[in-house]
């Protein structure tokens, strides 16, 4: 057997390390893309956005809300079922962030190289979706209430056609491991060859997963004024909703970009030598960059013409794609 | 603020959800609500997301103005009344100085009865430019308000260079104006305008443009001509119905029948034409804006006006075209200093008399496209 | 949709005078007294037959008031309230405003809403503002004021409480000033 550098740190507790650390990394993470999220946003609106914290472009704005937010009063109605009122935060976030286990930074970087990765990836991205249902109810609040309801409704709205983009990829792959999908993607994405239809629909569908304009009824501010989280306040509120959001919408990036961009694989042979974490950052920077561009610019639509949308447009359209992938697969063509 | 209708607490018909129970839930919007930008409350009865009947409930920013306008003289009275719809504090000072000038029979100068038209017109630019910007925000869209604010400033700068204030201006008196037009206003007032009208594709193709505003905004809302004139609505709402009725055409006062300058009709009446004319009404005002400065007439900026202004006895009802809509002013004289009575009829208060019967029916998101293209403000509803 | 309205079609502005005169013709006995004032037809109904009256204004051809402008009142204290029904002719292009004489003591007319459905409001605020009393009208509570609220503030004897304690400081006129200023 061969020994190289990636077996030595497979085995090692060092390996385990750095897989605990890319879970510890997530809160940065989510403060660095809520960082260029108000900058993005604040350029495309003509304005500077944050200047004043942290002295140089407001960099430590995001940390300087966090540290804020934990300075808050946690206030909670009178009518609030406070047990679950309480674990909201965390199902949410443990929704977001259990995406993370499957998603190779690496051909070894991955905590757990899952056989089953993409369906597991799928599973618990929806977990997030029971906190929120349980934030609408235990707020006690109307507001809310809609809030959870709309994005039950909305998870049967985009989770089919999330998971039949999804299952077109695996098909074209021929396995289930994100490793695998990623490495079938070696030198030509299947964004660009083979699934392009199956790219454009999941991006949709995690748009709506992740609850962001154009379709962020969820937590639509001018109309149920957060939805869900109305209730919620300081820690919880920053917790609950944003590093949710945030690393929601992270996961979602990154497996979109392993999923149709090839996660860590080079685009080139020639690139080969630009490490694999520096080519799966890139990609999921630039997803993360289409979301924010697209929230900055859409209104958002109806709850009842997204269901319109999934069910008229994206189901048909992904289970077209999903039968021209076999048929090019049975005819060798791909 | 009133009570809670009777027919808000009626139980429900069940014979439309073919037998399954649903229950009926009301929902109270406002008074502190992102979509009411302000103090209006609706108190809305849904079932699900659709809304069985609604029932706007106002008075949160009732000031009294009618009450407190008998103890003040005809100067006095303009501070306050600018403060009715405070977006277009000019407009609301206009038709005051108009009824007092029409009762003494005062000359006003050809100088001030422009610079009263420029002034009110970019005072309508202001007015629409912010309900352009805050009904994307309300849809979900949160770039357009910041242009909006972009152009609004340089005119807000023309404005505040005349008079000093960037809201309650308190600059129009009875016989003309409070002042001349500053050194360097001819300018600015150009360039703002210029810059408007040369973004406003911008707003067109963002907004008008985009095929999930057009989702949200085509259809919804519809408002029937017949049960708008019923109610009083003026403004683009009632020209979005595809009336033409703008007093400056239709009773024309101050110099506006001596420019040249269109209405734009909607013909469906609905929230995307509401919109679609409130966009183009800031491209007429434009027009007659650069019309009005170049034709500026030199000469007094205030007529000859008697220290102690003493108006006979009589009444008057003066109007004019707000922004929002049509601002009357009935005023009753007592042969004092002060008026005896003066009702005032603001547009805010008529148009969103109708919302009730807008609203019924439409999704909890309609709600919010259809309060957003009504173009309200509060302080206008409840004076 | 309804019918759409005639005003629809367009308008031209019928010269007032002419316009009062086909007012006077239409509405003959129903009004006491029909002129013109600075562009605008006044026209005085008798308390008794209001609605009768605003219906031969909305629905003549001829008239087509149709634009329910605003109502309102004037306290006229001891002479009683006068009622102000102001409509527009958009096809005429002119302002007709209906005087309405009613007594100080328990005022009361018959409500326009069935006529006008924006009466609905206006009759409302006319309502707690007043005191006067609008027959027929659907939901007759406050609109502005809370409900337990007492008086009509728009009345002329209506005091503000707070002018009892501390004069008003915007007193313009020197015998003003001297009288403690005003109670409003």
Redo the contacts between chains.
């Keep these: 057997m061969v020994t190289t550098l990636h077996h030595i740190l497979a085995n090692s507790i060092v390996l385990l390390a750095l897989k605990l650390g890319i879970l510890l990394l997530l809160l940065p993470a989510t403060l660095v893309v809520g960082y260029v999220e108000l900058k993005v946003m604040a350029h495309m609106q003509h304005r500077l956005g944050p200047m004043y914290a942290g002295a140089y472009h407001g960099w430590a704005q995001t940390l300087a809300d966090g540290l804020k937010f934990i300075q808050k009063e946690d206030i909670m109605a009178a009518a609030t079922d406070r047990t679950v009122f309480s674990m909201v935060p965390y199902i949410t976030m443990l929704g977001a962030a259990l995406t993370f286990v499957v998603i190779p930074f690496s051909r070894h970087g991955v905590i757990a190289n899952l056989d089953i990765g993409l369906f597991y990836a799928l599973a618990v991205s929806s977990i997030s979706v029971i906190g929120v249902l349980a934030a609408g109810w235990a707020s006690a609040n109307k507001y809310s209430l809609m809030g959870g309801l709309r994005a039950a409704a909305q998870l049967i709205a985009y989770e089919l056609p999330l998971v039949l983009a999804a299952a077109a990829v695996a098909m074209q792959a021929g396995s289930l491991s994100l490793v695998s999908i990623a490495e079938a993607q070696r030198y030509v994405p299947f964004a660009l060859w083979a699934q392009p239809l199956g790219f454009l629909i999941f991006l949709a569908a995690a748009t709506a997963e992740v609850s962001r304009t154009p379709f962020d009824m969820p937590v639509a501010e001018a109309e149920i004024i957060t939805g869900a989280f109305t209730e919620y306040s300081a820690m919880k509120f920053a917790f609950g909703l944003f590093a949710a959001e945030y690393i929601a919408m992270i996961g979602m990036s990154a497996l979109a970009a392993t999923l149709f961009l090839g996660g860590y694989v080079p685009l080139l042979p020639q690139l080969r030598f630009v490490p694999g974490p520096v080519w799966f950052l890139i990609k999921t920077g630039l997803l993360i960059f289409l979301l924010i561009w697209i929230r900055w610019t859409f209104p958002r639509l109806r709850e009842d013409q997204l269901q319109k949308f999934a069910w008229k447009v994206l189901i048909p359209l992904s289970l077209v794609n999903i039968f021209v992938t076999g048929a090019l697969k049975l005819a060798h063509w791909t | 603020?009133?009570?809670v209708?009777?027919d808000l607490t009626r139980v429900p018909d069940l014979s439309s959800t073919g037998g399954l129970h649903t229950e009926e839930?009301v929902?109270?919007v406002g008074p502190q609500?992102?979509?009411t930008h302000g103090v209006l409350r609706v108190l809305v009865s849904v079932d699900g997301?659709r809304i069985v009947r609604a029932e706007p409930v106002?008075?949160y920013m009732?000031r009294?103005h009618?009450?407190?306008v008998?103890?003040?003289?005809f100067r006095?009275i303009t501070n306050l009344l600018s403060r009715m719809d405070w977006l277009s504090g000019i407009n609301n000072e206009i038709p005051a100085s108009l009824a007092v000038e029409?009762m003494l029979e005062l000359e006003v100068p050809r100088r001030a009865q422009y610079l009263r038209v420029i002034l009110a017109e970019l005072n309508r630019i202001t007015n629409h430019l912010m309900f352009t910007g805050s009904f994307?925000?309300?849809?979900?869209?949160?770039?357009p308000v910041?242009?909006a604010f972009?152009e609004r400033e340089l005119i807000q700068e023309a404005l505040e260079l005349v008079t000093g204030g960037r809201m309650h201006f308190g600059f129009i008196r009875p016989g003309g104006l409070k002042e001349d037009v500053p050194r360097g206003f001819v300018e600015l007032a150009r360039r703002g305008v210029r810059q408007l009208v040369a973004k406003i594709p911008d707003y067109e193709n963002?907004?008008m443009g985009?095929e999930?505003?057009k989702?949200?905004t085509v259809g919804v809302g519809r408002l029937?001509?017949?049960?708008a004139?019923?109610?009083?609505v003026s403004g683009p709402i009632l020209r979005a119905c595809?009336?033409?009725?703008d007093i400056r055409k239709?009773?024309p006062y101050l110099v506006y029948d001596e420019f040249e300058f269109d209405t734009p009709l909607g013909a469906q009446g609905d929230s995307f034409d509401r919109f679609w004319v409130l966009v183009q009404e800031m491209k007429e005002s434009a027009r007659i804006v650069e019309q009005a400065l170049d034709g500026l007439p030199e000469g007094s900026h205030i007529g000859a006006v008697p220290k102690r202004l003493t108006l006979p006895k009589?009444?008057?009802?003066?109007?004019a075209e707000n922004p929002l809509g049509?601002l009357?002013y009935?005023l009753?004289s007592d042969g004092g200093?002060k008026p005896?009575?003066l009702?005032i009829?603001t547009p805010s208060?008529?148009n969103i008399?109708?919302a009730a019967?807008m609203l019924r029916g439409a999704?909890?998101?309609?709600?919010?496209a259809i309060l957003g293209s009504m173009f309200f403000v509060v302080g206008d509803i409840?004076r | 949709m309804a019918t759409p309205p005639r005003s629809l079609r367009s308008w031209e502005r019928v010269d007032p005078e002419e316009f009062s005169r086909r007012v006077a013709g239409k509405l003959g006995d129903a009004a006491a007294s029909v002129d013109v004032r600075n562009g605008t037809i006044h026209v005085t109904l008798p308390a008794g037959d209001v609605v009768g009256a605003a219906r031969v204004l909305k629905e003549d051809p001829e008239l087509d008031c149709a634009y329910f402008n605003f109502l309102s009142a004037v306290d006229w204290e001891a002479e009683g309230f006068e009622v102000l029904v102001a409509l527009h002719s958009l096809t005429y292009g002119n302002t007709v405003i209906a005087h309405v004489r009613l007594p100080a003591e328990s005022p009361s007319m018959a409500s326009l809403t069935a006529l006008y459905g924006g009466a609905n409001w206006h009759e409302r605020e006319c309502a707690e503002m007043f005191g006067i009393d609008f027959d027929g009208h659907p939901n007759l509570v406050k609109l502005y004021l809370p409900e337990d609220f007492e008086g009509y503030p728009l009345r002329r004897s209506f005091k503000l409480a707070s002018r009892r304690y501390k004069a008003w400081p915007g007193a313009k006129d020197e015998e003003e000033a001297a009288a403690g200023g005003p109670l409003r």
């Design positions: 603020m009133g009570t209708p009777e839930m929902l109270n609500h992102p979509a997301e106002i008075g009732h009294g009618e009450k407190l008998e103890q003040r003289d006095q029409r994307g925000l309300e849809l979900g869209a949160t770039t910041m242009y972009r963002l907004l985009n999930i505003f989702q949200r029937d001509p017949a049960l004139l019923d109610h009083g595809g009336i033409p009725y239709v009773d009589g009444q008057i009802y003066c109007h049509e009357g009935y009753v200093n005896y009575r009702k009829r208060f008529s008399s109708v019967h999704f909890v998101p309609d709600m919010i409840d």
